[in-house]
């Protein structure tokens, strides 16, 4: 079965600094990649994701994440942290060779923006 | 459209009651997913629907728990005799078929089991 880790539950920033926020899978056929950003009470929202192609992708809000298959990573990075992104994070994967399109999360990771 | 929808948002209850929750996806989204969020944790899948047809079960989806989309559009998830271990977030989500396409979340019902 398919697992997601997410190294770091909480990462704590200062405004205007680098984020990175760390995701590997653990499929031997690289599953598609989602990053999705939940802020408190309120739903997921996908940020950016990899299906095929270019292995840099660029999403919403200034992210950006990068597909190593040789690490089965696919970790998070944003060059300058605003306070608007403080939030939750989870990086997510479906089966790219089933057809199985259940999402598998990580377990989050909590990004804090310090003034 | 306005994207997914569910109601309640919140709901409390008490354990051995059944509850029952409802999603509207996006109209033109043909499949239709339930998770599960409990606190500091990543959504867990429940079940999904293409259409009116429920194609997988998780095996976290005790025989306590049912869900129906009865006309390939809304659906609802039923929980039956609640424990207070069934306190959490639920979640849907909707999608096209096919592919990587994105699911799109809704806001998630809050279950507080006393």
């Known amino acids: 079965a398919q697992s997601v880790t997410q190294l770091g539950s909480h990462v704590s920033v200062s405004e205007g600094a680098l984020v990175l926020l760390r995701c590997n899978y653990s499929s031997s056929v690289p599953p598609y990649l989602f990053w999705y950003v939940q802020y408190p009470n309120q739903g997921l929202q996908l940020l950016l994701k990899y299906t095929t192609g270019a292995t840099l992708v660029k999403g919403i809000n200034g992210f950006e994440a990068e597909f190593k298959k040789s690490e089965t990573s696919f970790h998070l990075t944003k060059p300058s942290a605003h306070m608007s992104d403080a939030a939750e994070y989870f990086c997510?994967?479906?089966?790219?060779?089933?057809?199985?399109?259940?999402?598998?999360f990580g377990s989050g990771t909590r990004l804090q923006v310090q003034p | 459209d306005t994207g997914v929808s569910q109601d309640p948002r919140h709901k409390i209850t008490k354990r051995g009651q059944n509850v029952t929750f409802r999603c509207d996806p996006i109209s033109e989204h043909n499949r239709l997913y339930w998770y599960r969020q409990t606190l500091g944790q990543g959504p867990e899948f429940l079940t999904y629907f293409q259409n009116e047809a429920q194609l997988e079960k998780s095996r976290l989806l005790s025989d306590r728990f049912s869900a129906e989309r009865p006309k390939g559009s809304f659906s609802t998830l039923e929980i039956q005799r609640t424990e207070q271990g069934d306190s959490a977030m639920y979640l849907c989500?909707?999608?096209?078929?096919?592919?990587?396409?994105?699911?799109?979340f809704g806001p998630g019902t809050r279950l507080t089991v006393l």
């Open positions: 997510a994967v479906s089966d790219r060779d089933t057809g199985r399109r259940a999402l598998t």
């Open positions: 989500a909707s999608s096209l078929s096919g592919g990587a396409n994105e699911q799109f």
